[in-house]
């Protein structure tokens, strides 16, 4: 499996870096996960969108899933494409269909998942967990019969990558939008917590995970990665990767 990091900017687009967008890949089959601003100019750096298998959208933030009209624009106007499978919440099903003035169809074939869902794209199993975030957010884990890819999506520290049990994952994809002590960590704790991570929380949940290698992703727009990598890394034990567009994993 080979994993594209389109973009990964948390919140919003910083230059050079549109929003979340993951373009996951094994043997001919390519599912794009996330379609935040700016990522669909990135996703044509590395395939045709007539070669798009499916979408997985995350939850109903903006900064998740607002390319995916302008992607219908291109299937639908352009490449004349239809029936491209899109998997994502009952409320980004509608909002994603009122974005697209009820014409969602028949360019997109819409699934709703929920937590526990489970569907197939070509060789590739998809299971979904609900996490720790305001809007029903769902990770996905990504499972091409050999290894497991998974990504958090939005979650605060009381979602973790085991909650999709059975065996270890390969990759882990965490966000890690805050700092540890940072005044918006601070205040996030304050108002209860449950929407995003410090990069030492997501650092310890892959490692109590036992997850075999950690990304992690979604930093604020202007924050250090080399901060954020240190403190992902000393609660991981291990040394992490601080997602930036363009990167590429193979697992
Ligand atoms: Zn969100």
Redesign the pocket.
């Known amino acids: 499996m080979k994993l594209t990091v389109l973009g990964c900017s948390g919140t919003y687009a910083a230059p050079g870096n549109p929003c979340s967008g993951y373009l996951v890949q094994s043997g001919e089959t390519s599912v794009l996960m996330d379609a935040g601003p700016g990522t669909l100019g990135e996703l044509q750096r590395h395939i045709r969108l007539e070669d798009l298998d499916a979408v997985l959208i995350s939850?109903s933030?903006p900064d998740?899933w607002v390319e995916v009209p302008v992607l219908r624009n291109a299937l639908r106007y352009v490449l004349d494409r239809s029936g491209v499978p899109l998997f994502t919440t009952a409320e980004t099903v509608k909002l994603i269909s009122a974005a697209c003035h009820e014409q969602v169809s028949p360019t997109f074939e819409m699934s709703t998942v929920s937590d526990g869902s489970e569907f197939t794209v070509g060789p590739l199993t998809v299971r979904c967990s609900r996490t720790d975030?305001p809007p029903e957010?769902l990770a996905f884990c990504v499972d091409d019969g050999e290894r497991r890819l998974a990504y958090s999506a939005?979650t605060g520290p009381g979602w973790s990558f085991e909650e999709f049990g059975g065996p270890p994952i390969d990759l882990g994809i965490c966000e890690a939008t805050f700092r540890e002590g940072s005044p918006q960590a601070l205040d996030s704790a304050a108002s209860g917590g449950g929407v995003h991570m410090t990069a030492c929380e997501a650092g310890a949940m892959a490692r109590r995970s036992g997850v075999g290698s950690l990304i992690v992703t979604h930093l604020l727009p202007g924050a250090d990665p080399l901060a954020a990598a240190e403190e992902a890394s000393a609660a991981y034990g291990a040394e992490a990767t601080v997602a930036s567009s363009g990167l590429v994993r193979e697992i």
């Open positions: 939850h933030h998740h975030h957010t939005d």
